[in-house]
């Protein structure tokens, strides 16, 4: 197994690519952003005590609410 340097780790946080998945591109992290935060969540409706799939939704974008997020509000997206 090959050891990364911290440059190789660097590089790796900061060039990231949108990555085909079987649920569509995902990206893992950009500049400001280490986050997955356009990865489709589950909807799920609960009546009744029954569940059910009510489709899926991804982030249109971090909203800013002033905690000094660094992904908030489009800020590494």
Avoid: W
Wanted: proline share 5%; glycine share 12%.
């Amino acid at each position: 197994m090959a050891a990364l340097s911290g440059a190789d780790v660097r590089r790796a946080l900061t060039d990231s690519r949108p990555v085909d998945t079987p649920v569509g591109a995902i990206t893992y992290f950009s500049r400001t952003c280490h986050k997955i935060v356009d990865y489709p969540m589950a909807i799920v409706e609960v009546s009744g005590g029954s569940m059910r799939s009510a489709g899926t939704k991804r982030v249109d974008r971090v909203p800013d609410i002033g905690d000094g997020n660094s992904c908030a509000a489009g800020a590494g997206q």
